[in-house]
């Protein structure tokens, strides 16, 4: 189990101070999706950054199982809770060649040899249908959908219990977006990982989540578990987001 319990950040300036995530608890169990939807700005990407240890909540805290996360079991922990940035580009090295973005996890969190590495790599490109004549293509040559598979293959190359996607499908035409949404549904349950997965849309989260948290200027404002339909929302906020989500499916058609 991976929570967050009781847990605020506050960003400050000069002359103002912002809780962008305020006295928040969630749980994401093993072995289920788990979503966090709302607008931009809701502090939805703030929790991901402390969920995956590149930020440190102002108070509460962070466990993985019955471990509260600190400082000194950071590198353990990024291992186990693996993050996959909206950016897939800015996260990668563009010199790097499709094969070394697989083999770094590889060979340093895990120490696998050459051979070993190599058929770890065909696994890995076959769990995302990465296309294997690509490994030797440079970051900069791929397209934006072979991009996102290489993020998850990577992600996936460290063995981690958890896998978060910070607004990882965002950007993607409908259709690459479905094909991905359609494959991470099928790996999760072949791996058994447990998925964190943020976003704005609503139809994303209605498709992927065994749990919704709808999220709000910093709070948790309501939580679904196993939601079967737009009708299970009952916050006003929640129901904004869902008629949003009927106007933007009828534009679409």
Do not use: W
């Not at 962008?20 to 999706?33: E, K, N, Q, R, Y």
């Not at 499908?169 to 259709?175: I, M």
Request: glycine share 4%; charged share 30%; proline share 2%.
């Amino acid at each position: 189990m991976l929570n967050a319990e009781n847990v605020t950040k506050i960003y400050r300036t000069k002359n103002s101070r912002q809780k962008a995530v305020d006295d928040v608890s969630i749980m994401i169990a093993d072995d289920s999706v788990t979503v966090i939807v709302g607008e931009s700005g809701s502090g939805k990407s703030t929790l991901a950054r402390m969920l995956s240890y590149i930020e440190r909540p102002d108070s509460g805290r962070i466990l993985l199982g019955e471990t509260e996360l600190t400082a000194q079991k950071a590198k353990e922990y990024r291992r186990c809770v693996q993050l996959v940035m909206q950016d897939a580009a800015s996260s990668l090295d563009p010199h790097q060649t499709a094969g070394q973005v697989l083999d770094e996890p590889l060979t340093l969190l895990l120490k696998m040899g050459k051979l070993q590495r190599q058929r770890r790599i065909s696994e890995l490109t076959d769990m995302v249908h990465f296309p294997r004549d690509r490994l030797k293509s440079k970051v900069s040559e791929l397209s934006g959908g072979q991009l996102k598979r290489l993020c998850i293959a990577r992600a996936l190359a460290a063995e981690p219990q958890y896998i978060i996607f910070d607004e990882s499908f965002s950007g993607l035409d409908v259709t690459l977006r479905q094909q991905i949404l359609s494959m991470l549904k099928e790996l999760q349950k072949k791996l058994h990982i447990g998925f964190l997965i943020i976003t704005h849309d609503l139809d994303t989260a209605m498709y992927m989540a065994d749990r919704i948290y709808v999220m709000r200027f910093g709070k948790i404002i309501e939580t679904l578990e196993h939601p079967s339909s737009f009708l299970d929302f009952k916050e006003d906020y929640s129901k904004e987001l869902v008629r949003a989500a009927e106007y933007k499916r009828q534009l679409q058609k």
